[in-house]
């Protein structure tokens, strides 16, 4: 197996990008496939190297979606499995994704997600339990602050939780702060790199632009506008969808990266550091014990998680704003599964 993999790397110009070594054969699942992420980041996970089998699962439309990307020419396997086949979606898989659930439309917070999202994802996790229980879960189903909880608490009852394999996607967060940042400053969006923390709504979403090259110019008002962007850029999207759903490519764009980036990090590549929303020990004495920080992902999954590093007294404010909201968001979660 490994020796095909190592052929396909030589194949592929790509994949050298991707890998220093021979890639793993990895088994990459999709929960939610059918829909406005699920589609999109079906695709590109086609299209990802590293990915050697793709297995896609909805409640409806699956099958087809798996029909038409599997046309496309990598050497990918493609599966599509309907409602009544998830354990089958999920045996053997190293990887889940879970963009299943409904999205917000306009005026709706995602916390108002919470009652149709909550019972989706713990039903999921708890198949992911039964049938791979060590494969890594990264959550895009929202709200992501209450729906990594629940995952991590659904996986403890069945005796499997392992906290270096749970993942909340935060990563549209840091690629709209790259992009909107970059937009003001004028530089390459891809060598802005913006740390983004805390967790994923609103004013739980702390970008840290101190620690970025382009910290002195942007200030004042500049600044604070740049802020509300990054925490609410989502609203820009539900409102101009006008009805129709909140972000879905910029997210599956998103949830492919992160994905690219944990898979890089399971076949052994070096320093590949990303914040991700996970069990976190940062904040657990005020209660907090899930946070997103910049996180080193390595062959197990979580490798280390890194510290905030140095805030300005703006962004403790940010912080501060942050932690009672996100408390209160955990707590919601792991509730509803007690
Ligand atoms: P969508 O409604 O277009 O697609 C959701 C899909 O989930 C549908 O195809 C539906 O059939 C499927 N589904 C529902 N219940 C299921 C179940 N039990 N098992 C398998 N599939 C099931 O929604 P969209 O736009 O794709 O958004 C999905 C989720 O992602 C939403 O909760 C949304 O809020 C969240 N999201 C998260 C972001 C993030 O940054 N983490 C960004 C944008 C959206």
């Known amino acids: 197996m490994l020796a095909r993999a190592a052929l396909r790397n030589l194949a592929s110009p790509s994949a050298r990008l991707f890998s220093s070594s021979a890639a793993l054969q990895t088994k990459v699942a999709v929960l939610g496939a059918g829909g406005g992420i699920g589609q999109p980041l079906s695709l590109l996970l086609k299209n ?7 297995s896609l ?5 699956a099958p087809g979606v798996a029909a038409d990307v599997s046309h496309v020419d990598t050497a990918s396997e493609v599966n599509g499995y309907p409602a009544d086949k998830l354990d089958q979606a999920l045996e053997g898989v190293e990887v889940v994704v879970i963009p299943a659930g409904v999205p917000r439309k306009p005026g709706m917070t995602r916390d108002d997600l919470f009652n149709t999202n909550a019972s989706i994802v713990r039903d999921l996790a708890a198949a992911v339990a039964r049938v791979s229980p060590s494969a890594h879960i990264l959550v895009i ?18 005796g499997v939780f392992d906290p270096r394999r749970v993942f909340g996607v935060t990563t549209l967060d840091v690629v709209r702060a790259q ?20 967790g994923h709504s609103g004013a739980t979403i702390v970008p840290l632009i101190s620690q970025t090259a382009y910290a002195k110019a942007v200030s004042g008002e500049v600044y604070e506008k740049l802020v509300k ?3 609410f850029g989502g609203d820009e999207v539900v409102k101009a969808k006008d009805g129709a759903g909140s972000a879905t490519l910029s997210m599956a764009y998103a949830g492919a990266k992160f994905t690219n980036a944990l898979l890089r990090g399971l076949n052994g590549e070096k320093g590949v550091i990303t914040p991700t929303f996970v069990k976190s020990p940062l904040f657990a004495d005020q209660g907090i014990d899930f946070f997103s920080s910049p996180v080193e992902l390595g062959p197990n999954g979580v490798e280390k998680i890194h510290p905030i590093g140095p805030v300005t007294a703006e962004e403790q404010t940010l912080l501060d704003a942050c932690l009672p909201e996100l408390k209160a968001n955990i707590a919601k979660g792991k509730q509803f599964v007690a």
Request: charged share 20%; aromatic share 4%; net charge neutral.
């Open 48 to 54: 990802d190297p590293l990915v050697t089998s793709l």
């Open 179 to 198: 992009r909107f940042l970059a937009g003001l400053v004028e530089s390459d969006p891809a060598k802005t790199p913006v740390t983004v923390v805390g």
């Open 57 to 61: 699962y909805d409640i409806r439309g």
């Open 141 to 158: 189903s929202n709200p992501v602050n209450s729906t990594v909880p629940i995952v991590a608490s659904t996986l403890e009852k069945a």
């Open 229 to 231: 962007r990054i925490q």
